[in-house]
Nanobody, 124 residues
Framework: QVQLVESGGGSARTGGSLRLSCGVS????????MGWFRQAPGKGREGVAA????????YYADSIKGRFTISQDKAKNILYLQMNGLKPEDTAMYYC??????????????????WGQGTQVTVS
């Protein structure tokens, strides 16, 4: 059924770059929105970036705006998060998720479904 699998995490130096990937399968429909979230130890999960699939419009958290870019490969059904200018505070487990087409909201974290298992990003 529905599967979202994150990959591409790892260790990077401050100022370095990483590219995260989220493979999506089993949805059977075009989602309304796709997004990236992260959670550091002892902290709550926070939104990082999101994309309206239909229009391609994007949203970014203030903490990463100008450094991260969300994009998609429509043919391969892959969501990407290009992370440049990494900082130690970016260290977290990164997750991808989607908003079903029948919800039509890309701002409420509770609307995102089918969270992947995450990929760890460590910056030092």
């Amino acid at each position: 059924q529905v599967q979202l699998v994150e990959s591409g995490g790892g260790s990077a130096r401050t100022g370095g770059s990483l590219r995260l990937s989220c493979g999506v399968s089993g949805l059977g429909y075009r989602p309304y929105c796709m997004g990236w979230f992260r959670q550091a130890p002892g902290k709550g999960r926070e939104g990082v970036a999101a994309m309206l699939i239909g229009s391609g419009s994007t949203y970014y958290a203030d903490s990463i705006k100008g450094r991260f870019t969300i994009s998609q490969d429509k043919a391969k059904n892959i969501l990407y998060l290009q992370m440049n200018g990494l900082k130690p505070e970016d260290t977290a487990m990164y997750y991808c998720a989607h908003v079903p087409r029948w919800i039509n909201n890309c701002h409420l974290q509770t609307d995102f479904r089918n969270w992947g298992q995450g990929t760890q990003v460590t910056v030092s």
